[in-house]
């Protein structure tokens, strides 16, 4: 991949062909499988109940105890952007229609919809899509988001999890994101870090880089770049360290084999690692945007 010296975007050279992006993403999903419910997952959900609450406004799924429990928890430990992550760090303080653009097999269309939102998602993969519908319950376009021909001003919130870097045209897709947005509407994109602590780690094996199906890898200058002509009023532009851990123990499993092409079995060492990696970079990105994740939230005003 190259790099600008100015803005720090990275992208493919040379570009696949748009007719063979689609081969790319064969088996690229799979079905959402339910759970085993264990004492570390109920501490979890706990944790996930109360931080949401404290946090970002979805106060009905959690008592004031355990809401102020995980508050102060999320205080001292690397927690509240790990769960926010789960929701792509949407308010739920005011709920309404949310669009999921690439929404994948429908699992965050599935946890967005018992929240209280109302949903609908985009995917490019037709086998994915029939995934989402069946997970989610909810209208899901089986193409691009420009093909799909929604209303002018219809949601409240469009998220882009991991989607940007994949686009051949971003410009476009965000001018179509504007314009299904209402007035004060708010557009969510997380995306990889071109200059995340991980990326200078493990350089050519960081697991983020996902060539051929990465086509850009963007910094926060240069989400920026292309966040505000599109018409958005960018309210936080920034790098999260809230998928630390993966990016740590995938990274690794492909420094060690080359190719990460059947779920990463970490051990106990290298999940260890992970997890003070995670911790570090927690600290670093109070002074720099080295996170693994780039977090841009923007707003629409049309009037």
């Known amino acids: 991949m190259l790099r600008c010296a100015r803005c720090r975007l990275m992208w493919l050279d040379p570009q696949p062909a748009p007719e063979s992006l689609p081969a790319l993403y064969a088996g690229y999903c799979a079905p959402v499988q339910p759970k085993p419910q264990t004492l570390a997952r109920s501490l979890w959900q706990s944790a996930r109940r109360g931080v949401l609450a404290a946090a970002y406004g979805y106060r009905e799924r959690a008592g ?74 909810a209208p899901v376009f089986a193409g691009s988001l420009e093909d799909a021909r929604l209303e002018d001003s219809s949601f409240d919130v469009v998220t882009l999890h991991h989607v940007i870097e994949h686009l051949p045209d971003p410009a476009r897709t965000l001018a179509e994101c504007r314009r299904i947005l209402k007035d004060g509407g708010r557009i969510h994109i997380l995306t990889p870090n071109a200059d995340s602590l991980g990326l200078r780690i493990f350089r050519r094996h ?57 779920p990463v079995s970490s051990g106990l060492w290298t999940a260890f690692e992970g997890l003070l990696f995670h911790c570090v970079e927690h600290l670093l990105c109070l002074f720099r945007d080295c996170g693994e994740e780039i977090l841009a939230v923007g707003v629409v005003k049309k009037t």
């Open 64 to 137: 004031a105890a355990e809401s102020c429990f995980w508050h102060l928890v999320s205080a001292a430990l690397p927690v509240k952007d790990v769960i926010g992550g789960t929701v792509q760090f949407v308010d739920g303080s005011r709920k309404g229609r949310l669009l999921d653009v690439g929404c994948g097999s429908g699992e965050f269309l599935a946890t967005m919809k018992s929240l209280g939102w109302t949903v609908e998602g985009v995917e490019f993969n037709p086998e994915a899509a029939r995934l989402a519908r069946e997970a989610g319950g």
């Open 206 to 262: 960081w697991q983020a880089l996902e060539v051929p199906r990465h086509l850009r890898i963007y910094s926060s200058e240069s989400i920026r770049k292309i966040l505000a002509p599109a018409g958005f009023e960018i309210r936080i532009l920034r790098s999260t360290p809230r998928s630390a851990w993966l990016a740590w123990t995938a990274s690794r499993w492909l420094s060690r084999n080359d190719r990460l092409d059947r």
